[in-house]
């Protein structure tokens, strides 16, 4: 069995801590990772080759960014440091966020006035958030607006920028910090209702784009901390591989009609219940012919066709008001993940295991027998993929005794199961470790390749240069050592292995997401 639980999950939470931190606040992380819970005294005498004021420093920016705890419970007047390592992973998917929020990952199949098309400005916002933990509205307005400026010449428009921060208060995108209710105390103690929303600052535009042109924001009235809502972005990512999922089931319609949907709950539901609250047809209705007018006229098809359908994306469970539906996340979870589940095996076992596990998951309780007269495959190449299945941990065996009597003829039958939970867990440390292998790789790859890369990047800047600089009678190979076809080759090699790599790592996300949703749920 592959144990992630352990020293992988540290040795990978400490390499997104290198790629997102600089070194301190990785060797900092690391430490943490090693025991779980320290004091500062305890991280700054067994971390070598940091003084304690850089220790300080990890430890304050860990804490800013949410991924490190602190109290006093083990003992009274001394802080304890825990560090969460579910908050690091959670780390690799602020990308995949910043791509909802702009609209980028599903386009078209969104409503024009949906939460997730607010356009470059809000996805400006919302990065910078992610960069830097927390930050106040007007820092979050000055270092969205000097982003913007580095990527495009136009002069930024800060009424917009303030405009589309309001959007993301106003969608709980973004959430204010926990205030401290305890001034006096060395130790810190935040309110429960902290969070509540408080509305951003009443500034003038006018005082806001002067403060930002002079790169200078301190002497605006403005002390509410805030900080990306992770719970919201989770749903959002959440909804949009529901949408997807309804996408390769059905057809596109009945994606924007499940997108409208999970919109209209999401406004008045917790996010991350098992089940919505009922939805009137006339809700539903409403809600689509404001989103998509056209649809309306075939939306009584489609509820149909989603109610039956296998994954059924929204339950019909009552006929008042024309029906009643209500959305079953974790009924649909279930059986994406089921799916998930089925295409790992596809790939590292082939169709007839698929074939094999699919069968008897849905029959709970298989004999061997059976198997061979129903997945129509020949019996020694079933015992062959049955084995495998077993070894791997995706099935399990089980010995039924005929009799309970110990003198008479040991007589027994053996029957196959799935024990979908522990499939799950066992996937996950699976995606975890691929992870892990990924990101080693990929350093790899890019350290061998190192000198190449650099002096691509010359080769360039100084191209550039010559542009702006040569005159008519002047070759750019007197002005630039261009790169020989060797090179060339070597760093198309090295560009085809990282998009790969990054290929990989993306969909061994995605697959993450999905167990941890449905482990989230079978919790619940």
């Given at each position: ?514 167990l941890q949703t449905y482990l989230k749920y079978k919790v619940s």
């Amino acid at each position: 069995n592959i144990k992630m639980s352990g020293d992988h999950t540290s040795k990978l939470c400490a390499l997104i801590l290198g790629e997102y931190f600089d070194e301190t606040v990785s060797k900092v992380g690391s430490n943490l990772l090693q025991f779980g819970i320290k004091s500062l005294g305890q991280i700054a005498s067994s971390t070598s080759g940091l003084s304690l004021k850089e220790v300080k420093r990890g430890v304050a920016l860990l804490v800013k960014h949410n991924l490190v705890t602190f109290s006093d419970h083990r003992k009274a007047g001394v802080v304890d440091y825990q560090i969460k390592k579910d908050r690091i992973l959670n780390l690799q998917y602020f990308p995949f966020y910043i791509n909802l929020v702009s609209g980028q990952q599903e386009g078209k199949d969104l409503p024009p006035n949906s939460a997730s098309v607010f356009g470059p400005e809000t996805s400006a916002l919302l990065q910078v958030l992610f960069e830097d933990g927390s930050l106040t509205a007007s820092q979050t307005i000055l270092k969205a607006s000097s982003c913007l400026t580095e990527d495009s010449e136009d002069p930024v428009n800060i009424q917009k920028l303030w405009s589309s921060l309001g959007t993301l208060v106003s969608q709980k995108i973004i959430e204010s910090c926990p205030a401290n209710t305890d001034q006096d105390s060395d130790i810190p103690k935040f309110s429960e209702d902290g969070k509540k929303m408080p509305g951003l600052p009443h500034l003038k535009i006018s005082d806001l784009e002067s403060a930002v042109s002079q790169g200078n924001v301190d002497n605006l009235k403005d002390t509410v901390y805030w900080t990306a809502n992770n719970a919201v972005c989770s749903r959002m990512y959440r909804d949009s591989l529901i949408v997807h999922s309804a996408v390769r089931r059905i057809d596109d319609t009945a994606g924007r009609i499940v997108r409208s949907i999970l919109d209209a709950v999401a406004e008045v539901n917790d996010p991350w219940s098992p089940t919505s609250s009922h939805l009137s047809l006339a809700t539903i209705t409403s809600r689509v012919k404001k989103d998509w007018d056209s649809m309306v006229s075939h939306l009584d098809q489609y509820l149909t066709i989603l109610t039956s359908d296998r994954t059924r994306f929204v339950d019909k469970v009552g006929d008042a008001g024309g029906g009643q539906y209500q959305v079953n996340y974790k009924h649909i979870f279930t059986e994406i993940t089921a799916s998930t589940l089925e295409k790992i095996i596809l790939e590292r076992f082939g169709s007839k295991s698929m074939r094999i596990f699919r069968f008897i998951r849905e029959k709970k309780y298989v004999e061997e027998n059976q198997l061979q007269q129903v997945v129509m495959i020949p019996g020694k190449e079933v015992k062959l993929l049955t084995y495998q299945l077993l070894e791997n941990n995706f099935i399990c065996l089980q010995e039924l005794r005929k009799t309970v009597n110990n003198n008479a003829p040991s007589k027994a039958i053996y029957v196959f199961y799935v024990n979908f939970d522990q499939v799950v867990r066992y996937c996950q440390n699976l995606c975890l470790q691929s992870l892990y292998n990924l990101k080693v790789r990929t350093k790899q790859e890019y350290t061998a390749c190192e000198r190449l890369v650099k002096r691509r990047q010359d080769v360039e800047k100084k191209t550039k240069e010559y542009e702006q600089q040569a005159t008519e009678d002047q070759d750019i190979d007197d002005f630039v050592a261009p790169l020989i076809p060797a090179e060339v080759e070597a760093l198309e090699a090295l560009d085809h292995k990282l998009d790969q790599c990054n290929l990989a790592h993306m969909a061994t996300l995605n697959t993450l997401f999905i167990l941890q949703t449905y482990l989230k749920y079978k919790v619940s």
